[in-house]
């Protein structure tokens, strides 16, 4: 029987052939430990808040054996109620989130991440809630740990209908508004509104004490605006449409774009706020280290 090599599942355009979220989730995120050669959740142990007698029923992998050895007798770790950490996704929705100039659409990029980092973080044990928005919220999943909440975020995410607009901010404070525990929020977005809101609400989780990483997706073409006929650009949202030689256009639209994400990442540096750019031809490990990367620093 050949060895598959679950790697392949970190390319976007493999992803892509398979019809099931939960498979998607689950192989993205094998593939990433395949690829580190040693388990992510190394480190993310629970804390505990006491022992009690072991009793039938019990699993034995949470036996005190170091007790064990000083007393000779078994006790179970009680573990504390509280997760690890609650981890809030925020998914853009919007139809600009639809554009691709490849076989994979920044939105449903952003679904895979999505669902990886769900069966990520609920492996460490983490609470995770999601909000779907483009204009407005759309849906909001509260934070859970158990393993069936996997089956819920997933349910949302196979079944998303891209909206009409992007308004990131009110779906920022909106939520902000609701979370009283601190917590990292994760924003997946193309970040197509204006900047200075979507900082405005990326501070308002920072002033709250939130952990925040913003994971700026955009498609290859959107940077290197790589067309050499005559095209008909029109834009998903609004609607207006506007025909041009590319070539003349191409040196200052790339500068914007540059402009556009150096905004962000300047700003975001400033109020200690990751901002990792992706890009909708990368294997999804760019994004699941980032976000690795800072779970650990939060412990």
Avoid at 124 to 129: E, L, N, Y
Wanted: proline share 4%.
């Amino acid at each position: 029987m050949p060895i598959i090599d679950k790697r392949k599942y970190l390319q976007p355009e493999m992803v892509a052939k398979l019809n099931n979220m939960s498979l998607i989730a689950r192989l993205v995120v094998e593939g990433y430990i395949v690829g580190l050669h040693k388990s992510p959740y190394h480190g993310f142990s629970v804390e505990f808040a006491e022992h009690r007698a072991y009793g039938i029923g019990d699993e034995i992998r949470h036996i005190d054996w170091k007790l064990y050895g000083k007393t000779d007798r078994f006790y179970i770790k009680q573990f504390e109620e509280e997760t690890n950490l609650r981890s809030y996704l925020l998914l853009d929705t919007s139809k600009s989130m639809t554009f691709k100039s490849g076989p994979v659409s920044k939105l449903q990029y952003g679904t895979y991440l999505a669902a990886a980092l769900t069966y990520l973080m609920l492996n460490q044990q983490d609470g995770v809630s999601l909000t779907l928005f483009d204009e407005r919220t759309r849906s909001f999943v509260p934070p859970r740990s158990t393993k069936s909440h996997l089956n819920t975020v997933l349910a949302q995410l196979e079944n998303i209908t891209p909206g009409p607009d992007t308004k990131i901010a009110p779906a920022l404070h909106q939520l902000a508004e609701k979370i009283w525990k601190r917590g990292l929020i994760i924003l997946i977005s193309d970040l197509l509104d204006d900047p200075d809101d979507v900082l405005t609400g990326l501070k308002h989780f920072r002033h709250k004490k939130h952990e925040v990483i913003v994971f700026h997706l955009l498609d290859r073409q959107e940077l290197d605006f790589n067309y050499s006929v005559r095209t008909r650009f029109r834009d998903l949202e609004s609607g207006k449409e506007i025909t041009t030689e590319p070539w003349q256009i191409k040196t200052a639209y790339r500068k914007i774009v540059k402009e556009f994400q150096n905004t962000y990442k300047i700003k975001c540096r400033a109020k200690n706020i990751d901002y990792v750019p992706i890009y909708t031809d990368e294997n999804l490990d760019l994004a699941l280290n980032g976000y690795l990367m800072k779970r650990k620093t939060i412990g």
